[in-house]
């Protein structure tokens, strides 16, 4: 099982794992992209998260984050952000547009 | 079906989606770092011991990603970040880092990569590391390297008075001595003259391309003043090792194949080898006007 992220009942990866999977890759090959995926979508949502927290808020989440209490996590988020489920969607979807639209070319040609 | 299984597709869908998302994922850990840099060292310095790293990095950040992209290949996806070593070597990271931003093929970078890496070994040496200074920059700045032989550092140096310790004279004498001096001349005037500065540039020596810099043709004595002795960081990136070494040398030609060359000194400590087992370096140019940083080995 691939780790549990805070995040991870919000942002679906399933579409694009079949994706990949479509294009018949090998294991390891498969693999490598599905970790590149899921360390963007991680490295976006971050992002997002710090973007909205003042600099003291920024080291509390760190702290809860570090802990990967989930309940914690949100609980401390839903407090300071509003709207955060959609910000981290958003963003996610954002992402995971593009990389559909790689695949996509990548595909085709 | 099981989702896992062999296939005899070409690489190259791979190939192309592998460099798009690498070249992605590096711009995104990029933005997080920059964008959150005082927040993340924060946490790099006061983690819990049982997540403790070298203080201060910024690698303190990888600990916080999932744990899949640092250990490949797909049998490491299913591991938790529990079943993760509780200690894990800086170096690790680095060699991480390098694998995640070279590319696969020994090319000029792009200007990209050549910000990402050089960001990178600027974060880890501590001093801006470059790949363009005062508007000038080499052919490339990843190459094949080649094994040079020892300079003449004044007249009459023979490869008998080469060395300080019958130690250094057993590791290094075989290469021999290169039947004429450097690009630059002899490094002192005569033996009474040699300082310890002329001793370890001749050391800690690369010869690069100059001649095939750009604007090189145009503006020869300025870019030769420039290239004379200029410091810089040459990286082995398959095994991290580094060093501070001076260009002291032109060469080697274009039709070696090879990018550049590397003292029997450098070429022993980064481990690399020349003829059919050559492999490539990275070399960026160190700004560092006050030379506060010594010729030798550096750990990054």
């Known amino acids: 099982m691939k780790k549990k992220q805070f995040y991870s009942h919000i942002v679906e990866t399933d579409s694009i794992v079949v994706k990949l999977h479509d294009m018949n890759l090998r294991d390891d090959e498969k693999a490598h992209l599905i970790a590149l995926m899921d360390s963007s979508l991680h490295h976006v949502i971050l992002d997002a998260i710090l973007s909205e927290l003042t600099t003291e808020d920024k080291k509390l989440f760190l702290k809860e984050l570090a802990s990967d209490d989930h309940d914690a996590i949100w609980n401390f988020l839903r407090a300071r952000i509003t709207g955060i489920e959609d910000k981290i969607t958003k963003v996610a979807t954002e992402l995971k547009k593009e990389l559909h639209e790689d695949i996509k070319e990548v595909h085709t040609k | 079906m099981p ?70 290949p797909a049998t490491t996806v299913t591991q938790s970040v529990k079943d993760q070593p509780i200690s894990i070597p800086e170096k690790t990271f680095l060699l991480t880092d390098l694998t995640t931003l070279v590319p696969d093929d020994v090319r000029p970078l792009t200007a990209t990569e050549e910000a990402n890496i050089t960001s990178l070994l600027s974060d880890r040496v501590k001093i801006p590391v470059r790949a363009e200074l005062q508007g000038i920059r080499l052919n490339t ?148 006007p006050q030379d506060t940083i010594p010729l030798g080995p550096i750990t990054l």
């Open chain 2, 3 to 72: 989702f896992f299984k062999s296939s005899n597709k070409p690489a190259s869908h791979y190939k192309k989606l592998q460099s798009k998302w690498v070249e992605r994922h590096a711009s995104l850990k990029e933005q997080l770092l920059t964008k959150h840099r005082d927040s993340l060292d924060w946490l790099a310095e006061n983690m819990p011991a049982k997540h403790h790293i070298a203080a201060g990095s910024l690698s303190g950040l990888l600990l916080l990603a999932p744990p899949t992209l640092h250990t490949l």
């Open chain 2, 141 to 288: 700045s990843y190459g094949y390297i080649g094994a040079e032989q020892h300079l003449m550092r004044y007249p009459g140096d023979t490869i008998w008075s080469h060395f300080s310790s019958p130690d250094e004279a057993l590791h290094y004498a075989k290469s021999g001595m290169a039947p004429g001096r450097g690009a630059w001349g002899y490094f002192a005037y005569s033996k009474a003259e040699m300082t310890q500065k002329d001793i370890d540039r001749e050391k800690y020596y690369i010869a690069v391309q100059t001649f095939l810099a750009p604007g090189f043709s145009q503006n020869v004595r300025e870019y030769s003043e420039f290239f004379k002795y200029r410091k810089m960081l040459v990286v082995n990136p398959q095994n991290g090792k580094a060093m501070v070494v001076v260009i002291g040398d032109a060469g080697p030609a274009q039709w070696t194949g090879k990018q550049l060359g590397g003292s029997p000194e450098v070429m022993a400590y980064l481990e690399r080898v020349d003829g059919r087992q050559k492999g490539p370096v990275l070399y960026f140019f160190l700004d560092d």
